[in-house]
């Protein structure tokens, strides 16, 4: 019998609020992954989400490792057929206002 796998693809809000420790649903996705579900994400989502911590001195580097292990990550520019943007103060303000609720 042929297992069937759920794609999950994780936004850069959600890896931000995976990394700032506001959401214990992504968190207990990503710690104890299921098999039956493939979560994915993109190089530039990772990037926003990094980018866009309040304090990067309170990265939990052990969380970020987990999600690197647990996560495929795939190429934006590849996926999409445009190229990454950079990323600007204003879709920072995005990203942290969906985190806090502001949204």
Same mark, same amino acid.
Do not use: H, W
């Given at each position: $019998? %042929? *297992?069937?796998?759920?794609? $999950? !693809?994780?936004?850069? %809000?959600?890896?931000?609020? /995976? ?5 214990? @649903?992504?968190?207990?996705? =990503? $710690? ?14 990772? /990037? ?7 304090? *990067?001195?309170? =990265? #939990? /580097?052990? @969380? &970020?490792?987990?999600? &690197?292990?647990?996560? #495929? =990550?795939?190429? !934006?520019?590849?996926? $999409? ?5 950079? &990323?600007?103060?204003?879709?920072? *303000?995005? &990203?942290? @206002?969906?985190?806090?609720?502001? %949204?």
């Amino acid at each position: $019998m %042929e *297992k069937t796998t759920q794609k $999950m !693809f994780l936004k850069a %809000e959600g890896i931000l609020k /995976y990394l700032e420790g506001n959401n214990d @649903k992504i968190d207990t996705l =990503i $710690m104890c992954k299921p098999n039956n579900i493939e979560l994915v994400t993109t190089d530039q989502s990772l /990037y926003e989400a990094v980018g866009s911590v309040k304090d *990067k001195t309170k =990265i #939990n /580097y052990a @969380k &970020l490792v987990k999600f &690197l292990e647990v996560v #495929n =990550i795939v190429s !934006f520019k590849e996926k $999409m057929q445009k190229p990454r943007t950079i &990323l600007k103060e204003e879709r920072v *303000k995005e &990203l942290r @206002k969906k985190v806090s609720g502001g %949204e």
